[in-house]
């Protein structure tokens, strides 16, 4: 990106300066912001031929906003599964690979596949259980670390587990989608690969698919485009649109988001009718010391359990108005879901509700939390 007004100052600006002035153009007369560029196919001889190849300007500019916040060269995919699918693709025959006990079900799923088709070995480690992980990482191809997890919420010792001393050759890749590169930068922790499901926080409205890998190993980041080529896992040009536009108010969003959520987290602790509280910002959360250690910021999303069955914490959900029940994390709007209720999560605690704060008024958010606690104890 040649053109572009941020790439100099990557490492000059803070994040939050980066987010906003990142991937435009610099030359006069060229649109202020990133344009929209639906194209398949360029005229020839300026060496942008065919867009599965060698992309477009708009997943560019998505490319080197993230590229430059995680501190690395970025490939964009079209979701979060497909940058994630990439890595695994780097895999050598009969690999190892190794997967927090916790971490993203569909990541989870993707490892089992490969390995029900003989293509590699998978182990499952506790996120906490650093030593563990060291040691894995002596004969592991893949360590494959998500953190804060999804969805117990714990937090790892990257730096630790990163700077490892590992077998030649071998990928650690982190899952860096809850914590956003605003609050945890792993490459500079020495992992291998960073992904960002931008589906989350860097889109931030539940209004597309995206993902985006980050690495600083200039073969890997090849492989990584060679991958992306060939699956034909490539961002749609609206959707890569949307994702720079959104990562516009990142900073902004995920500051808010966070305040609200240590907000919500303190008051669920003094809820009468809630047992278990999981923030990775609050003292009595298990990880705690380590997440003050290695996060910028605790981030969005909280997990916590109702004392009662797991009707009672379905009904929960139907009684919130502004809190919306749906899936998935990291927009504006915030969303609760209980994630036993999910095929193949009936091993989380029952009554374990996910809720994605977004930026709304913290006190309209309590309101509507705690008021839909107390009218399905009251059986409304
Ligand atoms: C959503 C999510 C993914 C998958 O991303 P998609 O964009 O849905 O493919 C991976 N990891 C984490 C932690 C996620 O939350």
């Known amino acids: 990106m040649t053109s572009s007004a941020g790439s100099e100052h990557a490492k000059e600006w803070k994040q939050e300066t980066w987010v906003v002035a990142a991937g435009r153009a610099v030359e006069p007369g060229a649109p202020l912001n990133v344009p929209l560029v639906p194209a398949s196919n360029f005229i020839l001889g300026g060496g942008r031929v065919y867009a599965r190849d060698e992309g ?5 500019a998505l490319e080197e906003i993230v590229g430059g916040l995680e501190g690395g060269r970025a490939v964009a995919f079209s979701s979060g599964m497909a940058a994630i699918a990439a890595v695994f693709d780097q895999l050598p025959a009969g690999a190892v690979v190794v997967l927090p006990d916790d971490c993203y079900q569909g990541v989870a799923h993707l490892a089992a596949h490969g390995a029900a088709k003989g293509r590699w070995s998978v182990q499952r480690l506790p996120v906490e259980d650093t030593a ?22 714990a937090v790892a010792d990257l730096p630790a587990i990163c700077a490892a001393p590992r077998k030649p050759g071998a990928i650690v890749a982190v899952d860096n989608t809850f914590a956003t590169p605003l609050n945890q930068k792993p490459l500079d922790m020495g992992a291998t690969v960073s992904v960002q499901s931008a589906t989350k926080f860097i889109g931030g409205h539940s209004d597309l698919l995206a993902g985006v890998a980050t690495t600083r190993d200039e073969r890997l980041w090849q492989a ?17 649109f949307l994702a720079v536009r959104g990562a516009r108010t990142l900073a902004l969003r995920l500051e808010r988001a966070q305040h609200n959520a240590l907000v919500l987290a303190q008051r669920l602790v003094r809820h009468p009718l809630v047992s278990v509280v999981r923030y990775p910002g609050l003292p009595s959360h298990p990880t705690y010391a380590t997440a003050r250690r ?35 994390l990291g927009a504006v709007e915030s969303t609760m879901e209980r994630r036993a209720a999910i095929p193949g999560q009936e091993h989380l605690p029952a009554t374990l509700l996910r809720l994605s704060v977004g930026i709304e008024d913290a006190d309209d958010l309590w309101a509507d939390l705690d008021g839909a606690i107390r009218a399905a104890a009251a059986g409304a």
């Open 132 to 153: 563990a992980w060291l040691g894995a990482a002596k004969y592991a191809d893949l360590l494959w670390l998500e953190s804060p997890s999804n969805p117990l919420l």
């Open 294 to 328: 290695v996060l910028k910021g605790f981030g969005t999303i909280i997990s916590f359990d109702l004392k009662g069955d797991a009707a009672f914490a379905d009904a929960v959900c139907r009684h919130v108005r502004l809190i919306r029940h749906a899936t998935s």
């Open 56 to 60: 477009t300007p708009t997943w560019e």
């Open 224 to 240: 990584l485009r060679t991958a992306r080529e060939l699956a034909g896992a490539t961002p749609g040009a609206l959707e890569a």
